[in-house]
């Protein structure tokens, strides 16, 4: 064991020598967090650009480049990423396998929401949310065991910089306190508000801020929507008074404007990943954004 150990830390040393440590993320949300522990320590790539589905991402040639030289692979898990199988199998790199200090998936450890009723499709490929609800990053506490994780990944990696990832994690921990006190307070007078999102992508959201998502316009995720269900949900949103809809940049414009227009809901586009807006470019500004939208959203809405 202690030879394995030994062998690994100096094959490590010499792989990537003294320059920052190469990591490929699999969303742009991931790479912020990596980044904010990893500091000038770490280069960091995402194989999934902000503003497009997720869950539908092709790989280019380029990034397995990069991916087969990174040093560490971070990935959302569950069932977020059902493209990434298929590029690891191209690459055919033994050292992105579950428990290898190459590999770390960071919903181990996060309080899944929607995860009490199995979802299954035939049709394997396509993202269902499973195995609960893969947009945990999306509720600002869950930072927390997402850093946590990702420090002990980069210390087995580089176990001489541990102070300086701790001392990293520490400032982002504060600030993430810091601006969750004034997230929550902005958001107060709009507790228990209730509203219908496009996709499934903002329960973890909801529930952090005291928000009631009661239907969404996907009943499956990333299937589009029937007339039958649409009917439906216009006419609950109408008996409910519902009066907001979240939708995310890259939905279906022609589906949102129709429910907003027959439900008589405003909709607002909220963010889902960094990068996404110009106004997200880092963990902290993707919740001011979301938050002032929502914010004047459910304002005009009242």
């Known amino acids: 064991m202690l030879y394995g150990l030994a062998f690994f830390l100096f094959w490590t040393a010499v792989a990537w020598g003294a320059g920052p440590l190469p990591v490929v993320t699999t969303s742009t949300d991931l790479k912020a967090l990596v980044e904010a522990v990893g500091g000038g320590r770490v280069q960091v790539e ?18 397995l480049a990069k991916l087969k030289a990174a040093a560490l692979l971070v990935r959302i898990g569950l069932d977020h990423e059902p493209w990434l199988g298929r590029a ?18 960071t919903s181990k ?34 930072g927390r065991p997402i850093t946590a994780a990702i420090l002990e990944a980069l210390v087995r990696l580089a176990p001489a910089e541990r102070l300086y990832f701790e001392n990293n994690r520490k400032r982002f921990l504060d600030q993430l ?10 958001v107060a007078p709009y507790k228990g508000t209730r509203l219908v999102a496009v996709h499934e ?61 027959q439900s008589g809901a405003t909709a607002m586009i ?12 880092d963990y902290f500004s993707l ?3 979301n938050i002032k939208r929502f914010s004047k959203a459910a304002a005009a809405g009242r």
């Not at 959201?205 to 969404?216: D, E, K, M, S, T």
């Open 177 to 186: 306190d810091k601006r969750l006190r004034g997230w929550l307070h902005t």
């Open 287 to 289: 919740f001011d954004l």
């Open 46 to 63: 995402s194989l999934a650009p902000p503003l497009h589905d997720p869950h539908a991402v092709e790989v280019k040639p380029g990034q």
């Open 109 to 142: 450890g996060i309080q899944l929401l929607q995860a009490e009723t199995p979802r299954v499709r035939a049709d394997k490929g396509t993202h269902v949310h499973g195995f609960g609800n893969t947009h945990y990053w999306l509720d600002p506490q869950n």
């Open 270 to 281: 909220l963010i889902p990943s960094v990068g996404g807006d110009p106004g997200a470019s």
């Open 201 to 261: 992508t903002w329960p973890y959201f909801a529930q952090r801020f005291g928000l009631v998502i009661v239907g969404v316009v996907e009943p499956t995720p990333g299937v589009p929507p029937s007339p039958s269900h649409l009917a439906s949900l216009i006419q609950k949103m109408r008996d409910s008074g519902i009066r907001l809809l979240i939708a995310e940049p890259y939905s279906n414009a022609s589906v949102v404007k129709q429910v907003a227009t």
């Open 88 to 105: 690891l199998r191209t690459m055919g790199d033994p050292r992105f396998v579950r428990e290898s200090p190459h590999y770390l998936d």
